[in-house]
């Protein structure tokens, strides 16, 4: 008796009948177990995958993901972590922040530089300069936006403030944006979309809210720019779980953009070229990583504005003096796009008020 209830239990253990009748109903939820073990393993250790778009901003090569689980020594709280992996070098990122695709993983900045970067635009202007003079590491048209308190401040205010150049408006320029794009995005089967230097997500959001893209990835230089967006992103959970558009962060250069060739439906830069400390290499890079038809949508500012702004600051030493890229002229602009590799008759620039100019061309 007692060896037979041994083998009773032995056999509903091992899931084997061993001539006791074990139910179908039996069998079959160690199948479903079987599959759930399998599921959970995938889970745990995803496949890595090649990302279509992505590659490695030194050299191009195609970047494979590999995710770890927040399963895997963490709570099912804690975010999941991204490698990024070429064949010559290995980037990071987690799902609660941004993919860093600036530098390769341990070659962060020093403490000491970060450092020097947030604390340089709480400094007033006339001593700025001098302590930017101090590290040869800052470039003030890049880094004034790495501030926290410049992140913290972009949508509470600041960026309100280009209206007096003439900016209609985030709602109305994403509006004027996508209307650009519709022609190329109908002729994709991916529709991929870049906010390039997004900041804190203003345009991405709505990029992604509007449901007419596949993939949209906000990327900017400033990690705490990034942050502000992640934050905002989260507080909108529907642009998380949306099945239509994937929606990434990335921390880039644009003068090192980390994608590859041709893989960009639509590339959007609000009030963004005026920062950028290497113009030529930006423009060459937007251009590389269009699709042929891709299209650039762009805002910016004539330097006439800055003028205004550096007369209420009090003279040339100002922090717009230091901080941005002047364009004289469209005409400045329109040669910028053409070295770049853009065409000339495919490049549309209007002014809009004072100094507020719109940029649009295809490659
Ligand atoms: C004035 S904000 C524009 C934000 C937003 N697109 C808008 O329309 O309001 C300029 C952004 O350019 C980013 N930026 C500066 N240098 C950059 C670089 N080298 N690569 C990418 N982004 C950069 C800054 O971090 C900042 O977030």
């Known amino acids: 008796m007692m060896t037979r209830f041994k083998s009773l239990l032995l056999s509903l253990w091992l899931g084997h009948s061993q001539g006791l009748s074990v139910s179908p109903v039996t069998a079959i939820n160690s199948n479903q177990l079987q599959a759930e073990k399998s599921k959970l393993l995938d889970l745990l250790q995803a496949t890595p995958k090649e990302d ?96 926290p308190s410049v992140s913290f401040a972009y949508e509470r205010g600041w960026r309100q403030g280009f209206r007096a150049a003439g900016f209609p408006g985030p709602d109305q320029e994403a509006e004027m944006a996508m209307a650009y794009f519709a022609p190329s995005m109908a002729k994709s089967d991916d529709k991929v979309l870049v906010d390039m230097s997004c900041a804190t997500g203003l345009f991405t959001r709505r990029f992604a809210a509007s449901g007419k893209y596949s993939r949209v990835l906000g990327c900017d230089y400033s990690d705490s720019m990034l942050l502000e967006a992640g934050r905002r992103i989260r507080a909108e959970p529907s642009l998380l779980t949306s099945k239509s558009t994937k929606l990434d962060l990335i921390r880039l250069d644009v003068g090192r953009i980390p994608m590859k060739d041709n893989s960009v439906d639509a590339l959007h830069a609000g009030a963004a070229m005026h920062c950028w400390p290497d113009l030529d290499a930006a423009m060459s890079e937007i251009y590389r990583v269009l699709k042929p038809g891709g299209r650039y949508f762009a805002t910016t500012f004539l330097s006439s504005y800055f003028g205004n702004l550096q007369r209420a600051e009090g003279g040339a030493s100002g922090p717009s003096k230091q901080a941005f890229q002047y364009f004289g002229s469209v005409e400045e602009i329109r040669f910028l796009l053409v070295s770049g590799g853009f065409q000339r008759e495919n490049i549309v620039i209007e002014v809009l008020g004072n100094a507020c100019v719109v940029i649009r061309c295809e490659k």
């Open 52 to 147: 279509p778009v992505l590659a490695d901003p030194l050299t191009k090569e195609s970047l494979t993901i590999s995710t770890t689980s927040p399963f895997l020594g963490g709570s099912r709280y804690s975010r999941q972590t991204f490698t990024l992996q070429s064949p010559s070098n290995t980037y990071r990122g987690t799902s609660g922040t941004f993919l860093d695709l600036l530098q390769p993983a341990g070659e962060d900045n020093s403490t000491e530089s970060s450092l020097f970067k947030t604390v340089v635009p709480l400094i007033p202007p006339p001593l700025r300069s001098a302590m930017a003079g101090m590290n040869d590491e800052y470039i003030p048209m890049r880094d004034l936006f790495t501030s």
